[in-house]
């Protein structure tokens, strides 16, 4: 939206096509970007495009040639609201009916929406409370939330305001809103949290607060020592409910993702099903097989050092291997069970490339994963030959390849390659000039992918597309 | 006696003042002929409707000087861009479509 309204300002009369039910979302984002008169026209999600055409044209030649009205012509400012320090002042019993007041939302089909919250009853963040939770860290309470390093925080989040640059403050997404420490303990005390772990709240802070592209969701890894000093749950069940470390890390992500990204799903972002609440997890270094990095140490930090690694929004669409943890065991420990038959290694004890069975990483998609791996199965992949993690990522890497002809039968290259007119990276030719059996990596590189060695219990494995591969320092905001 | 009262903090972020600025001025719709009407398609999607739409565009229009752009891959910033900065030069109307 940024790059498309400067043409406006800059004197081009534009009109912009999108979909009939995105005019709520459009109208924000205008409003946002100071343009709110901007004009559209809507495409139908169904009527095919040389029928909706005839639609079309008649409103996208009006849009550009009928005069401004005053309104269109106007300029002035819109001034923030809610922006007082102290947002109640009463009973607990009254303040806690406050911040759990919703609001009517028609474009979600008049469902209540929470306006401080993520729907659920929060702690109220007396002063009191907030004061208290602000021994957890050194930080002045009205510093500004800034990135304490530089950080790749990708294009769409650079677009939409965020610079990465050390120094710079936090742009929370969607609606561009800053924070300081006072306000990140605010949200700390309201998702349950306690004072040592205040740290790590103000590093999901810093990585966007749970917020992502707007969209919000997500979920959040702790590596180095710092996950034990807080009690985390290491064990069984560590995305599940129960641990108050776990549990109350991931509420606070989303409760800044509504107070600080002011997200209202259907009003000022698009989206479709919402991803849910994710525990913060931690990862078990003290279990890596030997010669295996841990994530603070993959992205350039000391063992010693505690960080928080971003996952990305993958978490609502994990995948599972497909097999019982009986029938892996077997396969490992002397050969039995199909997974043992398919990869010809039936009678002879492991270990065994168990990836090796997993066909289904790139049938219908492409781009690396991030591994949700026990201990057990990271030892079996170490034990069959993969002394670091870099080779397993190479690894993946290799077996991705597959013939160009089957790539294009995939769906996202047509948008990735802009309809296949760019250049295909490994040969450096342009897509159409290469013959259908050429090899195209479907993973774009070995360190697309990320390795999390962690939790515990029956043999399981689990993943998700994408990997963010960037930490931000935990230690720093003590 | 009356219940304890407490000053409760406020957890929304800050937001800045949005100035807010006018509309471009429109295109005289009796003096289109010769005009310059950039066409941009947004990277990747919606061929159904941004194939045929410079066509027609064309034959019900054809004193008009239509181009078409093709903005780079999505996800990325010159993803969202429109116009290069030579052809803000020339354009004289932008059709940008779909957005996302």
């Known amino acids: 939206m940024p790059t498309l309204i400067k ?30 008169t901007v004009r559209y026209v809507t495409e139908s999600r169904t009527i095919p495009g040389h029928i909706d055409v005839e639609r079309v044209i008649p409103e996208l030649m009006d849009a550009l040639t009928r005069p401004l009205t005053p309104e269109e012509q106007k300029r002035s400012v ?59 860290t050194s930080h002045k309470p009205d510093e500004m939330v800034v990135f304490h390093e530089d950080h790749d925080v990708g294009d769409r989040s650079v677009q939409m305001g965020n610079s990465g640059k050390k120094g710079d403050p936090i742009t929370f997404l969607p609606m561009k809103r800053t924070a300081t420490v006072e306000q990140i303990a605010t949200i700390a005390v309201m998702a349950g949290c306690r004072p040592e772990m205040f740290p790590i709240v103000l590093a999901i802070a810093e990585s ?110 994990m995948e599972s291997a497909s097999w019982m943890p009986g029938q892996y065991r077997e396969f490992q420990k002397s050969g039995h069970s199909g997974i043992a038959r398919r990869l010809g290694v039936k009678g002879k004890p492991g270990p065994h490339n168990f990836l090796d069975f997993i066909r289904g990483f790139w049938v219908d998609g492409e781009g690396g994963f991030t591994f949700l791996m026990l201990p057990e199965l990271a030892n079996h992949l170490y034990q069959y030959g993969f002394k670091t993690k870099d080779a397993v990522y190479e690894y993946i890497y290799k077996r991705s390849f597959i013939p160009l002809k089957e790539y294009r039968l995939h769906s996202i290259p047509d948008v990735w390659t ?61 | ?76 910033i010159a993803g969202s861009i429109a116009l290069s900065e030579d052809e803000m030069k020339d354009a004289d109307a932008l059709i940008r479509g779909v957005v996302w």
């Open chain 1, 78 to 136: 819109i001034q923030p609201t809610d922006t007082e320090r102290i947002l109640f002042e009463g009973t607990l019993e009254d303040a806690q009916e406050f911040y759990e007041q919703t609001d009517i939302i028609p474009t979600l089909q008049n469902a209540p929406f929470a306006r401080y919250t993520d729907g659920l009853p929060v702690r109220v963040p007396t002063l009191e409370r907030v004061k208290e939770m602000l021994k957890g």
């Open chain 1, 208 to 317: 966007g607060g749970g917020c992502g592209d707007g969209r919000g969701g997500g979920g959040y890894c702790v590596s180095g020592p710092i996950g034990r000093q807080i009690g985390m749950n290491y064990d069984v069940n560590l995305l599940g409910p129960g641990n108050p470390a776990n549990k109350s890390l991931g509420r606070a992500g989303e409760l800044m993702w509504r107070n600080l990204g002011g997200e209202i799903p259907s009003v000022n972002n698009c989206g479709v099903f919402g991803t849910g609440l994710t525990n913060v997890f931690p990862e078990n270094s003290e279990a890596l097989p030997p010669g295996w990095e841990g994530l603070n140490e993959e992205c350039g930090f000391k063992k010693s050092e505690s960080v928080l690694v971003r996952i990305g929004m993958g978490m609502s669409g």
């Open chain 1, 418 to 478: 802009n309809a296949w007119k760019g250049i295909e990276p490994t040969s450096g030719k342009h897509w159409l000039e290469l013959p259908e059996d050429y090899m195209v990596p479907a993973c774009p590189d070995p360190w697309a992918n990320m390795i999390i060695v962690m939790g515990a219990g029956e043999e399981q494995l689990h993943w998700m597309r994408g990997s963010m591969r960037d930490a931000y320092s935990i230690d720093d905001w003590k």
């Open chain 2, 1 to 76: 006696m009356a219940d304890k009262t407490y000053k409760c903090l406020n957890p929304v972020g800050i937001q800045q003042p949005v100035e807010l600025f006018p509309l471009a001025p429109r295109l005289d719709k009796n003096k289109l002929a010769g005009k310059t009407i950039y066409i941009s398609v947004g990277a990747g999607g919606e061929q159904g409707l941004m194939i045929p739409l410079p066509k027609r565009l064309k034959e019900l229009y054809p004193d008009i000087n239509w181009k078409l752009t093709h903005a780079a891959p999505h996800r990325t």
């Open chain 1, 7 to 36: 043409y406006e300002k800059s004197g081009i009369p534009s009109v912009f096509i999108i979909f009939p039910d995105q005019q709520e979302c459009w109208k924000e984002a205008a409003k946002l970007n100071g343009l709110p």
